[in-house]
Structure formats: C-alpha cells, structure tokens
C-alpha cells in the first residue's frame, strides 16, 4: 500500500511539471490560425540570463554639432526672446560709465541674421531714446551692430526684432550705479 502510495505521488509531481512545461511552451508559441499552415516553434527562451537588446542607438559623436532647434519650439523661443536680448544688453551696457538716472531708456530696432551657425546683427536703428546723450545712444547702437558670433543650434533665420535698454539694466551688466558716485561726467567707452 505504501508503494501504491508513493508511486501515486510521483505521478502527481511528474503530472505538475509536465503542466507547467505545457503552459510555458503555449506561451511562446503563437496561436494558430484557421487555414494558416502552424508556426515553427521556437526554443524558450532559458531562464536566468537577461536577454540583450537587438537593437542599439548610436552615440553621438565627440566633436559632432548638437541638434538644431526647430522652428516653433520653446527653447528657440526663449534663445530668441530672451537669452539673445540679454547678451546684447551686455554688450551695449559696456558704452555706459554712470551718472544717469536709472529710468532712463533707449529702444533698438536690429535684424538678426542666422545662416550656418554664424549668428550677426544687422540694420541696428535707434527708436525712441530719454538718454539724452548722443554720444552714448551711438555707441549702443554701434556695440549692437558689431555683435556677432556662432551658435550651432540655432537654425537659418532672418528676423526682426526689438531691443529696450534701461539705465537700470546697465547696473546688472557692469556694477555701476545708476548715479555716478564720484560726481564726475559719465563716459563713454569707444
């Protein structure tokens, strides 16, 4: 009786793992379908070892020009709106020396011209100007004017845009404040 016992037991345990090879092999396999000739099974897959990716994405290149932006995208949007404008205002507080009331204001006009990554300002006109100092409205503008340099990501473009400088701004760029500490005549850097 302890034979038929442990025989019965054995049929049941070898029964299992016959079940569970069964359901693992129909996982792998794809279903058949009506008139279709079957599909060549496949190996499983052994277990334990992690599959490898078939496919790979190439590095880029050391040396190799980032991405362009594209056109509409936000990150052109504030390179155009705002990073640009604040380099130029850098550029032009480098005219001012002090001793001007900080709201004082001048306001460009330029066309910025990008074509294969060489980035140039061009047709720089002066707006509407409380400055009051002609001497110092043309160095801004010629500052401006002569401002150019490389940007590899941004894309061919020709545009116009406007620039609007306060003497307030100067202070950010060069730690002048706006009235001349000692009482001499402000400046101008040629």
Same mark, same amino acid.
Request: charged share 30%; aromatic share 4%.
């Given at each position: 009786?302890?034979?038929?016992?442990?025989?019965?037991?054995?049929?049941?345990? #070898?029964?299992?793992?016959?079940? *569970?090879?069964?359901?693992?092999?129909?996982?792998?396999? %794809? =279903? =058949?379908?009506? $008139?279709? &000739?079957? +599909?060549?099974?496949? %190996?499983?897959?052994?277990?334990?070892?992690?599959?490898?990716?078939?496919?790979?994405? &190439?590095?880029?290149?050391? $040396? &190799? +020009? +980032?991405?362009?932006?594209?056109?509409?995208?936000?990150?052109? *949007?504030? *390179?155009?709106?705002? !990073?640009? %404008?604040?380099?130029?205002? /850098?550029? &032009?507080? *480098? #005219?001012?020396?002090?001793?001007?009331?900080?709201?004082?204001?001048?306001?460009?006009?330029?066309?910025?011209? !990008?074509?294969? @990554?060489?980035?140039?300002?061009?047709?720089v006109r002066m707006g509407e100007?409380?400055? /009051?100092?002609?001497?110092?409205?043309? #160095?801004?503008?010629?500052?401006?004017? @002569?401002?150019?340099?490389?940007?590899?990501?941004? %894309?061919?473009?020709?545009?116009?845009?406007?620039?609007?400088?306060?003497?307030?701004?100067?202070?950010?760029?060069?730690?002048?404040? @706006?009235?001349?500490?000692? $009482?001499?005549?402000? $400046?101008?850097?040629?």
């Amino acid at each position: 009786m302890k034979v038929v016992i442990a025989l019965f037991g054995l049929v049941l345990v #070898c029964a299992g793992w016959w079940l *569970r090879h069964e359901e693992a092999s129909a996982l792998a396999r %794809p =279903a =058949a379908t009506p $008139g279709l &000739a079957a +599909p060549i099974e496949q %190996p499983a897959p052994q277990l334990g070892r992690p599959r490898l990716p078939t496919t790979t994405v &190439a590095a880029p290149t050391p $040396g &190799a +020009p +980032p991405e362009k932006l594209a056109l509409g995208d936000e990150a052109l *949007r504030k *390179r155009l709106d705002e !990073v640009i %404008p604040s380099r130029l205002s /850098g550029e &032009a507080a *480098r #005219c001012y020396k002090g001793g001007l009331d900080r709201n004082r204001r001048v306001d460009l006009t330029y066309r910025l011209h !990008v074509e294969d @990554s060489r980035v140039v300002v061009r047709d720089v006109r002066m707006g509407e100007s409380t400055l /009051g100092d002609r001497a110092l409205e043309e #160095c801004i503008r010629q500052r401006v004017a @002569s401002s150019s340099w490389r940007d590899e990501q941004l %894309p061919d473009i020709d545009e116009e845009d406007n620039l609007y400088l306060s003497v307030r701004q100067f202070k950010s760029f060069t730690g002048i404040d @706006s009235e001349s500490s000692d $009482g001499t005549e402000p $400046g101008i850097a040629h």
